[in-house]
């Protein structure tokens, strides 16, 4: 299982990004996928994640209001759009894969993460 994350840079304060989540070895559809992030000498937080099949999502209190996690099935990628962005955004980001279905906001229950994807927000 490979997870391919992309789509990071340097933005200002206010301005948007949108982070990609290529999956390949498995298909994202049957699986949770989540979005986390951290910062250098802080655990890794919570961002959001997509249930398998429906597609319900669920995002952490810090970000609910300004992301998006989307799912496009024929391309097996997962998506995090960000608006509003806000300077303590700033973190690497790591896409993440899971078959658990109860403690989704944790990362311990994902067995596959993505690489990360440098996201830096300027005042």
């Known amino acids: 299982v490979q997870l391919q994350a992309s789509g990071g840079g340097l933005v200002q304060a206010g301005e948007s990004l949108k982070l990609s989540c290529a999956a390949s070895?498995?298909?994202?559809?049957?699986?949770?996928m989540s979005w986390f992030r951290q910062v250098p000498g802080k655990e890794r937080e919570f961002v959001a994640f997509?249930?398998?099949?429906?597609?319900?999502?669920y995002y952490g209190d810090s970000v609910k209001g300004r992301f998006t996690i989307s799912r496009d099935n024929a391309k097996n990628t997962v998506y995090l759009q960000m608006n509003s962005l806000k300077p303590e955004d700033t973190a690497v980001y790591y896409c993440?894969?899971?078959?658990?279905?109860?403690?989704?906001?944790?990362?311990?229950?994902?067995?596959?993460w993505g690489q990360g994807t440098q996201v830096t927000v300027s005042s």
């Open positions: 993440a894969l899971s078959s658990a279905v109860s403690g989704l906001s944790g990362s311990s229950v994902y067995a596959y």
């Open positions: 070895g498995r298909t994202v559809s049957n699986y949770v």
């Open positions: 997509i249930r398998r099949n429906v597609g319900s999502t």
